[in-house]
């Protein structure tokens, strides 16, 4: 009862999936969008962003033609929807409903993993943009069905095909339609390179959405490009769109292997194992060419791998500051003893790598994002007390990060981002007296400033079009601007030697990010580093004589110190500017812009047929549903006929996202098959769900909803029941999942639930229901094991005689408006629903450990295993309507087995497999298996 049917439900999660990636509901309600369009594109953008909106406009326009023509198929109108709600750059792409891309307005400033590059606008729609070609791409039956169903989400062939395709495909685009991209990016050819001298090299298998391990996420794009630039390079770069466009006609999915061997002779299994051994010889030689030269001597302080960086000196030179990231925690801040002892976490934070120590070494600033108002999330500076891990806020809103401290102890810089750039501000410790430093033209992006011993001069890193980062000195004062140094290799994360008289930064001048030391009198340049791996993040000790910096092997990030001399170094090579010419960019669009319009986006884009023939009464139907390019309107809809009932049935849902509550509407008509005749039921739901905290660590809803709901008996026993009622809930959860997470490992989640049902509601029941439900996470014997307890009740208020308010038995299958044997709870071991009344109580507690992570597919089947995991259990409960007694609780306990997968490339999915045995009355013996954990 109260439960959608299936495929109503995948439709609506189809529609929405693009939601969540973009943060679609998180647009927050004071933008008004506008759009502005070419005879190929719609840009949708918000106050402030009008003339990147205009440039967006043609360069979209330029860069899918061109995509067209290179692939040999035409998509059709594109959205583009360009906000400035997140401090984090990124971009997504959909082909559902519609061709559409989300891309955030901020930039990156060089230093991550985009690397440099030459205009950010151009680098993210190329590379959206090819997924849009790629994914859109229908030949053959698949094209012919297009023509009938319209854009159903089968009927996209090349969305099916492994992570690294998809992902890797768009930065071989990228790469080649940028002067930069990461495949030419030295410090993605550094992943690969430590993967294959360290026996680690990521197999076709393993580069897909899944895989939890570093490096994780970025595999797909780093591997998935440099194996298609081999394939291209071996074959011919048409090879490319011959493989997405022969795939494209597969009206069967995940025959990747065939397509290969059409297309290129041999399967994507011998392909890459090619390319493997290949590659791995490469980077041999290339080692041996580096270590030729002498490698680096340093010392490891952590060894665990994934991101440990930023790490800082304190002023006595005793400890190391540095961030935190691995596989089984929340990432925090790190306290470490210069000679590796003593490390300890001082506190967490929910992003950023920036710190900075006050001079007298009591606090540390740093900076770490949040959501702010509700809906957007900004970088905002905080400082934490050393001794007690007490930490406080410094500004709000501000879009600060970066930041360090001056000598004298007053006064902080940092970097203040807006939607087109980024700029050099100063602020007091305690967060007053803020003042812009410098201002730049629209699009340059800062970075890592820092101040000079004396307090006299700032360094930091600044990128400016065409892609010159460079490292530039900043008088504090006037905020006048002077280059250290001016090229387009990358030069990043400076820092002053404590006499001033150098400046330690990253640079990928010689193919790998090594250290160089500037000397600040006359500009010679000395290599600080020579390194297999790569060097990043410095910071010379007060003493002058020892270097703390992020070093990178095939485990990921960890924190070094090595001595340092400036004056034994070498003087570095000249560097040699091999990247290409960047692109001209074509003239903003000059048409006039219109308010946002959502009416035409949110009609039907498809139909989709559909036959449910396992239950009494076989059902015909068909389904479809509509969003607009902000995902403020989201519907579905449903229409079926039941050859037992002889009936047509239907579902409609809408929700509607566009201010602080989030209202949605649902309403059904169906009829069942019952042992008498038939039941018909016609229900309309409508729901206010409003945010009341969201942070990135915590969130809280309240929602209300009105459900008037009648049930009519047709046969031998007609009769009608109608139910009215009001339903309010409150929801707070602070769980925390990592990748090596087998369960959520850290929080609670609590959940309060009020049903009133009244005659004045239109209810022929008038009775109350309370539940209240939480659930407590924490770790037990290891970091990625968990205990998870479950405690539930719920009572009936009013109407005596109504004695089946709540029933208990097997897993929880319905909602709070089920009147009749609503079933929060899990007591395995028992038959479903085995205990009704109109109380009930339910405990659980779980042991979750895991048995292996096994983050392997095989080659380029669509599965993918990323754990295998176990969990002893124990139940309890009972359902009762007289006097509650101890002895009449139902007992069970069990094992079960599970693994969490990764289907069709991207789909995250757990299935678990138990045996339970009830110890109470109408307990025995039970297996089971379902998808997801209990709870």
Same mark, same amino acid.
């Given at each position: 009862?109260?439960?959608?049917?299936?495929?109503?439900?995948?439709?609506?999660?189809?529609?929405?999936?693009?939601?969540?990636?973009?943060?679609?509901?998180?647009?927050?309600?004071?933008?008004?969008?506008?759009?502005?369009?070419?005879?190929?594109?719609?840009?949708?953008?918000?106050?402030?962003?009008?003339?990147?909106?205009?440039?967006?406009?043609?360069?979209?326009?330029?860069?899918?033609?061109?995509?067209?023509?290179?692939?040999?198929?035409?998509?059709?109108?594109?959205?583009?929807?360009?906000?400035?709600?997140?401090?984090?750059?990124?971009?997504?792409?959909?082909?559902?409903?519609?061709?559409?891309?989300?891309?955030?307005?901020?930039?990156?400033?060089?230093?991550?993993?985009?690397?440099?590059?030459?205009?950010?606008?151009?680098?993210?729609?190329?590379?959206?943009?090819?997924?849009?070609?790629?994914?859109?791409?229908?030949?053959?039956?698949?094209?012919?069905?297009?023509?009938?169903?319209?854009?159903?989400?089968? %009927?996209?062939?090349?969305?099916?095909?492994?992570?690294?395709?998809?992902? #890797?495909?768009?930065?071989?685009?990228?790469?080649?339609?940028?002067?930069?991209?990461?495949?030419?990016?030295?410090?993605?050819?550094?992943?690969?390179?430590?993967?294959? %001298?360290?026996?680690?090299?990521?197999?076709?298998?393993?580069?897909?959405?899944?895989?939890?391990?570093?490096?994780?996420?970025?595999?797909?794009?780093?591997?998935?490009?440099?194996?298609?630039?081999?394939?291209?390079?071996?074959?011919?770069?048409?090879?490319?769109?011959?493989?997405? =466009?022969?795939?494209?006609?597969?009206?069967?999915?995940?025959?990747?292997?065939?397509?290969?061997?059409?297309?290129?002779?041999?399967?994507?299994?011998?392909?890459?194992?090619?390319?493997?051994?290949?590659?791995?010889?490469?980077?041999?030689?290339?080692?041996? $060419?580096?270590?030729?030269?002498?490698?680096?001597?340093?010392?490891?302080?952590?060894? =665990?791998?994934?991101?440990?960086?930023?790490?800082?000196?304190?002023?006595?030179?005793?400890?190391?500051?540095?961030?935190?990231?691995?596989?089984?925690?929340?990432?925090?801040?790190?306290?470490?003893?210069?000679?590796?002892?003593?490390?300890?976490?001082?506190?967490?934070?929910?992003?950023?790598?920036?710190?900075?120590?006050?001079?007298?070494?009591?606090?540390?600033?740093?900076?770490?994002?949040?959501?702010?108002?509700?809906?957007?999330?900004?970088?905002?500076?905080?400082?934490?007390?050393?001794?007690?891990? *007490?930490?406080?806020?410094?500004?709000?809103?501000? *879009?600060?990060?970066?930041?360090?401290?001056?000598?004298?102890?007053?006064?902080?810089?940092?970097?203040?981002?807006?939607?087109?750039?980024?700029?050099?501000?100063?602020?007091?410790?305690?967060?007053?007296?803020?003042?812009?430093?410098?201002?730049?033209?629209?699009?340059?992006?800062?970075?890592?400033?820092?101040?000079?011993?004396?307090?006299?001069?700032?360094?930091?890193?600044?990128?400016?079009?065409?892609?010159?980062?460079?490292?530039?000195?900043?008088?504090?004062?006037?905020?006048?601007?002077?280059?250290?140094?001016?090229?387009?290799?990358?030069?990043?994360?400076?820092?002053?030697?404590?006499?001033?008289?150098?400046?330690?930064?990253?640079?990928?001048?010689?193919?790998?990010?090594?250290?160089?030391?500037?000397?600040?009198?006359?500009?010679?340049?000395?290599?600080?580093?020579?390194?297999?791996?790569?060097?990043?993040?410095?910071?010379?000790?007060?003493?002058?004589?020892? +270097?703390?910096?992020?070093?990178?092997?095939?485990?990921?990030?960890?924190?070094?110190?090595?001595?340092?001399?400036?004056?034994?170094?070498?003087?570095? $090579?000249?560097?040699?500017?091999?990247?290409?010419?960047?692109?001209?960019?074509?003239?903003?669009?000059?048409?006039?812009? *219109?308010?946002?319009?959502?009416?035409?986006?949110?009609?039907?884009?498809?139909?989709?047929?559909?036959?449910?023939?396992?239950?009494?009464?076989?059902?015909?139907?068909?389904?479809?549903?509509?969003?607009?390019?902000?995902?403020?309107?989201?519907?579905?809809?449903?229409?079926?006929?039941?050859?037992?009932?002889?009936?047509?049935?239907?579902?409609?849902?809408?929700?509607?996202?566009?201010?602080?509550?989030?209202?949605?509407?649902?309403?059904?008509?169906?009829?069942?098959?019952?042992?008498?005749? =038939?039941?018909?039921?016609?229900?309309?739901? +409508?729901?206010?769900?409003? @945010?009341?905290?969201?942070?990135?660590?915590?969130?809280?809803?309240?929602?209300?909803?009105?459900?008037?709901?009648?049930?009519?008996?047709?046969?031998?026993?007609?009769?009608?029941?109608?139910?009215?009622? +009001?339903?309010?809930?409150?929801?707070?959860?602070?769980?925390?999942?990592?990748?090596?997470?087998?369960?959520?490992?850290?929080?609670?989640?609590?959940?309060?639930?009020?049903?009133?049902?009244?005659?004045?509601?239109?209810?022929?029941?008038?009775?109350?229901?309370?539940?209240?439900?939480?659930?407590?996470?924490?770790?037990?014997?290891?970091?990625?094991?968990?205990?998870?307890?479950?405690? $539930?009740?719920?009572?009936?208020?009013?109407?005596?005689?109504?004695?089946?308010?709540?029933?208990?038995?097997?897993?929880?299958?319905?909602?709070?408006?089920?009147?009749?044997?609503?079933?929060?709870?899990?007591?395995?071991?028992?038959?479903?629903?085995?205990?009704?009344?109109?109380?009930?109580?339910?405990?659980?507690?779980?042991? =979750?450990?895991?048995?292996?992570?096994?983050?392997?597919?095989? *080659?380029? $089947?669509?599965?993918?295993?990323?754990?295998?995991?176990?969990?002893?259990?124990?139940?309890? #409960?009972?359902?009762?309507?007289?006097?509650?007694?101890?002895?009449?609780?139902?007992?069970?306990?069990?094992?079960?087995?599970?693994?969490? +997968?990764?289907?069709?490339?991207?789909? @995250?999915?757990?299935?678990?497999?138990?045996?339970?045995?009830?110890?109470?009355?109408?307990?025995?013996?039970?297996?089971?298996?379902?998808?997801?954990?209990?709870?």
């Amino acid at each position: 009862m109260g439960r959608r049917p299936a495929r109503l439900l995948l439709v609506s999660l189809l529609l929405v999936a693009g939601a969540a990636r973009a943060h679609a509901a998180s647009f927050p309600p004071q933008l008004r969008f506008r759009s502005v369009s070419t005879d190929r594109v719609t840009v949708h953008f918000h106050q402030g962003l009008e003339a990147m909106a205009r440039q967006a406009a043609t360069l979209a326009t330029e860069i899918l033609e061109r995509h067209e023509a290179r692939y040999g198929m035409r998509v059709g109108h594109v959205q583009v929807v360009l906000a400035d709600v997140d401090d984090d750059p990124n971009g997504f792409a959909s082909p559902l409903p519609y061709p559409l891309v989300h891309v955030r307005a901020v930039a990156p400033d060089g230093s991550d993993e985009f690397g440099n590059y030459d205009d950010w606008l151009r680098l993210v729609l190329t590379h959206e943009l090819t997924h849009i070609v790629h994914l859109n791409e229908a030949r053959g039956l698949v094209r012919a069905g297009r023509k009938v169903l319209g854009r159903a989400p089968y %009927l996209f062939p090349n969305a099916s095909t492994p992570t690294w395709m998809v992902e #890797g495909l768009a930065v071989y685009e990228e790469t080649q339609g940028t002067a930069f991209g990461r495949g030419r990016n030295p410090d993605v050819r550094m992943v690969m390179r430590m993967a294959a %001298l360290e026996e680690d090299f990521i197999g076709e298998d393993q580069a897909v959405s899944g895989l939890d391990r570093w490096p994780a996420g970025e595999a797909a794009y780093f591997f998935g490009e440099a194996f298609l630039a081999d394939l291209a390079q071996r074959l011919g770069p048409d090879v490319l769109p011959e493989l997405a =466009r022969v795939h494209s006609g597969r009206v069967i999915p995940f025959l990747d292997e065939l397509t290969a061997r059409k297309v290129t002779g041999a399967g994507f299994h011998q392909r890459w194992q090619d390319w493997s051994l290949a590659a791995r010889e490469s980077f041999a030689r290339e080692a041996r $060419a580096i270590s030729a030269r002498g490698l680096t001597a340093s010392r490891a302080l952590t060894t =665990r791998g994934y991101r440990q960086v930023g790490p800082r000196f304190s002023p006595d030179g005793g400890w190391i500051a540095f961030t935190d990231r691995d596989l089984t925690h929340f990432r925090s801040i790190h306290l470490i003893r210069a000679d590796g002892t003593g490390e300890r976490e001082l506190v967490k934070r929910n992003g950023g790598a920036g710190l900075a120590w006050t001079p007298d070494g009591s606090r540390i600033v740093f900076e770490e994002p949040e959501v702010y108002q509700t809906f957007a999330v900004r970088s905002d500076l905080r400082v934490v007390e050393v001794a007690t891990g *007490r930490t406080r806020r410094l500004t709000r809103g501000l *879009r600060a990060r970066d930041p360090d401290v001056a000598h004298d102890g007053r006064t902080m810089v940092f970097v203040r981002q807006r939607g087109d750039g980024s700029d050099l501000a100063l602020i007091g410790v305690d967060g007053s007296g803020l003042r812009d430093l410098t201002r730049s033209e629209p699009g340059t992006q800062w970075g890592s400033p820092r101040w000079s011993p004396a307090g006299d001069a700032l360094v930091a890193s600044r990128w400016r079009e065409g892609g010159w980062l460079d490292i530039v000195r900043v008088d504090p004062v006037t905020g006048a601007v002077s280059e250290l140094t001016h090229d387009r290799a990358k030069d990043v994360e400076p820092t002053w030697t404590p006499d001033g008289a150098y400046v330690v930064f990253r640079s990928d001048r010689d193919g790998v990010s090594n250290l160089y030391a500037l000397r600040v009198a006359d500009r010679a340049l000395r290599q600080v580093s020579n390194v297999l791996g790569g060097a990043f993040t410095p910071d010379v000790a007060p003493d002058g004589r020892q +270097l703390t910096f992020a070093s990178y092997s095939a485990r990921g990030y960890d924190v070094h110190v090595m001595a340092f001399d400036a004056a034994t170094l070498s003087p570095a $090579a000249p560097f040699e500017d091999s990247y290409p010419e960047p692109r001209p960019l074509p003239p903003p669009a000059s048409i006039a812009d *219109r308010p946002y319009r959502p009416g035409g986006l949110v009609l039907p884009r498809f139909w989709t047929p559909y036959a449910d023939v396992f239950g009494k009464d076989k059902k015909l139907g068909a389904v479809t549903g509509g969003a607009d390019a902000l995902f403020r309107h989201v519907w579905a809809a449903d229409l079926h006929y039941g050859t037992g009932t002889d009936r047509l049935g239907a579902q409609v849902y809408y929700l509607y996202d566009r201010f602080r509550p989030t209202f949605s509407l649902s309403a059904e008509d169906k009829t069942d098959l019952v042992t008498d005749g =038939r039941t018909r039921t016609r229900e309309v739901t +409508l729901r206010a769900t409003l @945010p009341v905290l969201r942070t990135l660590r915590a969130s809280s809803n309240v929602s209300l909803a009105w459900r008037r709901r009648r049930e009519t008996m047709e046969g031998l026993m007609p009769g009608r029941l109608d139910l009215g009622g +009001l339903e309010t809930s409150w929801t707070l959860g602070t769980a925390k999942v990592y990748p090596y997470s087998i369960s959520p490992v850290e929080g609670y989640r609590l959940r309060l639930d009020y049903l009133k049902e009244a005659r004045g509601l239109g209810s022929d029941v008038a009775l109350d229901k309370l539940v209240a439900d939480g659930r407590l996470y924490a770790r037990a014997f290891r970091a990625d094991d968990a205990i998870a307890a479950h405690l $539930a009740a719920g009572t009936t208020i009013g109407r005596p005689s109504f004695q089946h308010s709540f029933a208990l038995g097997g897993f929880a299958d319905s909602v709070l408006f089920d009147v009749v044997g609503t079933n929060h709870s899990v007591l395995r071991g028992y038959p479903d629903n085995a205990f009704t009344g109109r109380r009930f109580v339910n405990a659980n507690v779980e042991y =979750r450990f895991p048995l292996a992570h096994p983050q392997h597919g095989f *080659r380029v $089947a669509p599965v993918f295993v990323r754990h295998v995991h176990a969990t002893v259990f124990a139940d309890v #409960g009972e359902a009762w309507s007289d006097a509650f007694r101890w002895g009449d609780l139902q007992p069970a306990a069990g094992v079960a087995v599970g693994t969490d +997968l990764t289907l069709s490339h991207v789909l @995250p999915f757990t299935i678990v497999a138990g045996v339970a045995r009830g110890f109470g009355d109408k307990g025995r013996t039970r297996a089971y298996v379902r998808a997801g954990l209990a709870f």
